[in-house]
């Protein structure tokens, strides 16, 4: 038997490491699993994983009110080390390319425990886009024994780099988040959720059945102020001219995320600006909607495998697989590009054209067993990509 210590700290985290940990706790013969919660999502994290049916081991306190990045990072590898040092596990498991995650990774390495990467090699090749987190996956990318590459291509970019510390080996898994997308959508039409926005996004639907609705978010820092600003802009203009579809806009718990949005897109009756949606309230609303306009590189991997279009606002991708299937859709920071993609969006669903089917560029639900397969040394498929996505279907 191995110990594994799970590591994570945001939602985002929580969300795609959590289908890896069920697998992981269903083979309790061969794996003993701590979850280690860093604490850096302190309000966000619990919702996930009571969703998914799963509890933190351990807690730590890595946030505080108003911290920077060096603050966050130097608290979280301090505490990171030294549970790790504690729990002495065989294994540590860091996902994506949070601060979280780069402090576990730095921590593995300082306690010489092997690190498995979960989803290895996306890359820009910018390191200020997204920033910090393209340079803390490049860290990772050093660091890590195991890499659990979503796609060919991310595999690819790690070859490129040669992978001179970590050395290790890499496999094509699939992303674990698709794995959430289809273990959340089957356990919401068991549980449906009740949230009072949910009510009214039926309610206005069922009032206006032509009108499209349109999810959004946005949080990235390089695009805090005048790219946010322009965002809004673009949805205020559109929203104004089509008051019978509905834009939702869960805001970003950062303040000045909240203010730019409130200034540009409060008091419009065809707008709503919610609080922070739990996940499966936000799965709900990415399954009801008809397009999303988001930074979040995560909505860009779910959002295919339920046949979204995702306007995309920045000016570059880690993840251009669903460029190619037609499901993303870059605009940057260009509000002339997001209104005019909007605009197609809306008219195309009122005049029930074409629309996208579902797509599975990024992984088909099954990414999780591969990686205990992998971890296990058991018998290894790697995740095939479509090769011929299909793209249009009636609507």
Request: charged share 25%; with cysteine; net charge neutral.
């Amino acid at each position: 038997m191995i110990t594994v210590a799970l590591v994570l700290g945001t939602r985002p985290e929580a969300i795609k490491l959590a289908p890896l940990a069920r697998e992981l706790r269903g083979r309790p013969e061969a794996v003993r699993l701590e979850i280690v919660f860093s604490g850096q999502h302190p309000d966000l994290v619990q919702p996930v994983l009571d969703f998914f049916g799963l509890a933190a081991d351990h807690t730590l306190g890595a946030m505080r009110p108003g911290q920077g990045l060096a603050e966050l990072s130097a608290r979280a590898l301090t505490e990171l080390n030294a549970t790790l040092a504690r729990l002495k596990p065989d294994w540590v498991i860091a996902q994506g390319d949070t601060t979280t995650a780069m402090c576990a990774g730095l921590a593995a390495f300082y306690q010489q425990i092997p690190l498995a990467h979960l989803e290895a090699g996306l890359r820009t090749n910018d390191p200020r886009v997204p920033f910090p987190e393209e340079i803390n996956r490049r860290i990772l990318g050093q660091l890590a024994a195991l890499h659990w590459a979503p796609t060919r291509g991310a595999a690819t970019a790690l070859a490129r780099e040669g992978l001179p510390l970590g050395g290790g080996r890499v496999f094509v898994t699939g992303n674990t988040g698709i794995d959430a997308v289809l273990i959340g959508r089957a356990l919401l039409r068991s549980r449906p959720m009740c949230d009072p926005d949910l009510l009214r996004v039926e309610k206005f639907r069922a009032g206006h059945p032509s009108g499209a609705f349109v999810l959004m978010t946005g949080h990235r820092r390089e695009n805090l102020g005048e790219p946010a600003r322009e965002a809004c802009r673009a949805v205020r203009a559109v929203a104004g001219r089509h008051s019978d579809s509905l834009f939702v806009y869960p805001m970003h718990p950062n303040p000045l995320v909240r203010a730019t949005v409130k200034a540009e897109l409060g008091g419009l009756a065809n707008v709503l600006l919610t609080e922070p949606k739990d996940y499966p309230v936000f799965l709900q609303l990415m399954d009801w909607c008809d397009a999303i306009v988001t930074d979040s590189g995560g909505v860009q991997e779910e959002a295919p495998a339920l046949g979204k279009v995702v306007l995309v606002t920045r000016a570059r991708t880690e993840r251009p697989e669903g460029i190619a299937t037609g499901h993303i859709r870059l605009v940057g920071e260009d509000r002339v590009a997001l209104e005019g993609e909007l605009e197609e969006l809306i008219l195309a669903r009122r005049s029930s054209r074409h629309q996208l089917l579902p797509a599975l560029p990024y992984g088909d639900g099954r990414a999780a067993s591969r990686c205990v397969a992998s971890l296990l040394g058991e018998n290894f498929m790697e995740f095939d990509q479509p090769a011929q996505p299909r793209r249009h279907g009636p609507a």
